[in-house]
């Protein structure tokens, strides 16, 4: 992936953040960090200052199935079945 990269917030602590970005810090927290240990680790990084980056793609490569790539080297599951016929 070929991306740019912008500093949106920061550096902050949790007490100082936009409500954008408490909105985000919720829904990671509740998806990645909701059990104990993830609560825990939570509180104690709650203070460290933290950035907001916004991650921008602008070329995304993918070698799953395309022709002229390693990945045309593996046999597709089409040829695979008319070996074993």
Not at 16 to 39: F, I, K, V
Not at 42 to 69: D, H, K, M, N, Y
Request: glycine content about 6%.
């Amino acid at each position: 992936m070929t991306a740019t990269a912008a500093v949106v917030e920061g550096p902050t602590r949790r007490a100082e953040r936009s409500e954008h970005w408490r909105q985000l810090g919720e829904l990671l927290t509740a998806r990645y960090m909701a059990d104990e240990q993830g609560q825990a680790y939570a509180q104690l990084t709650a203070e460290r200052p933290s950035f907001l980056v916004e991650i921008t793609p602008l070329q995304i490569t993918s070698w799953r199935g395309a022709r002229g790539t390693a990945a045309t080297t593996f046999p597709s599951r089409r040829s695979r079945r008319r070996r074993l016929l």
